[in-house]
């Protein structure tokens, strides 16, 4: 059941050139590259947490040349006519295997010369749902449209862009820490990790909110945490950052692994202070 996208460029180099894109040209994708990438995604994916998630693509036909498909949370995604379409499975719910595992098929898409935008499935409509013939046990968190993306960004897709500061990233000292929230973690030249952690800075999220922050302990573990703007009362964490999340720790782990270093997941709060900082304790990750 489980099976491995395998990378033929390098991975940094995938992760660093891939953007958003939101308006796409009429040309089709060829239908060997819609095949190839079909076939590679048709078995159900399961997550470093042990979550399972499936994906599937399907075809949207434009209605007419310029109609404007309203998905996602915010944007708007204009002229696409295939997407890759996530699925999970209600009561297991594991969102960040599913951002992890949907990260790789993005990953994968950009390899292969194909535009995606990454989109929150809130208000999706009953069509997605329709045509990826999902369960009643299941639903999509997330969709991205797959194509060829016009060669500049229309003035519609720049402004977008420009209002989330999409090409902007926290600094590293905001993000990454060692042992405590209260002590940066140095960023080393050179070094596997260093370069690892950069992959998590640069990768996309939900309005580029950048949610994850990451402690390596004395023990060189690394823990990954959601950072929420406000405290919550009841810790039920948005499904968009926990998606999130799945991405920061696909990117990791990718890295790591091409540069020779694997590692396992785990859960296991560590009991950080967090207690002044609005964080949540979501995974782990020690070398094998
Ligand atoms: C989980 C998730 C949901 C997203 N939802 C939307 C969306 O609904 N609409 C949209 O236009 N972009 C969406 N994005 C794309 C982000 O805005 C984008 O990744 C971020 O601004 C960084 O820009 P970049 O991807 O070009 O590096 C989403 C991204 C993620 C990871």
């Known amino acids: 059941m489980h099976f491995d996208l395998k990378?033929?460029?390098?991975i940094e180099e995938i992760i660093e050139s891939r953007i958003s894109r939101r308006t796409y040209k009429k040309d089709s994708i060829d239908a060997k590259v819609l095949g190839k990438?079909?076939?590679?995604?048709?078995?159900?994916?399961?997550g470093p947490l042990d979550g399972k998630s499936r994906f599937i693509i399907v075809d949207k036909e434009p209605l007419n040349s310029d109609e404007k498909i309203r998905i996602g949370t915010y944007?708007?995604?204009?002229?696409?006519?295939?997407?890759?379409v996530g699925i999970i499975d209600k009561n297991e719910n594991k969102l960040e295997d599913f951002g992890y595992n949907f990260e790789k098929i993005i990953l994968k898409s950009s390899e292969i010369g194909l535009d995606t935008c990454w989109l929150g499935a809130k208000f999706t409509g009953r069509d997605f749902e329709k045509k990826a013939n999902i369960l009643g046990n299941e639903y999509i968190p997330a969709i991205s449209p797959i194509g060829y993306a016009l060669d500049n960004p229309d003035a519609r897709e720049s402004i977008l862009s420009w209002g989330i500061k999409a090409r902007k990233r926290k600094a590293w000292s905001r993000l990454f820490f060692s042992n405590n929230f209260g002590t940066s973690l140095e960023k080393l030249d050179n070094d596997t990790y260093s370069r690892a952690l950069e992959m998590v800075r640069i990768a996309p999220s939900a309005r580029n909110e950048q949610p994850w922050r990451i402690v390596r302990d004395s023990n060189d573990n690394y823990h990954f945490y959601i950072h929420l703007r406000l405290k919550r009362k009841e810790v039920r964490i948005p499904t968009l950052k926990r998606i999130d999340l799945g991405i920061a720790m696909c990117h990791f782990d990718l890295t790591l692994q091409e540069r020779g270093i694997h590692g396992k997941w785990f859960v296991d709060d560590p009991k950080i202070n967090t207690e002044k900082s609005n964080l949540y304790y979501i995974s782990s990750w020690s070398r094998k």
């Open 7 to 10: 990378f033929s460029k390098p």
């Open 37 to 46: 990438l079909s076939d590679l995604i048709k078995e159900p994916f399961v």
């Open 75 to 84: 944007g708007m995604i204009i002229g696409a006519k295939n997407f890759i």
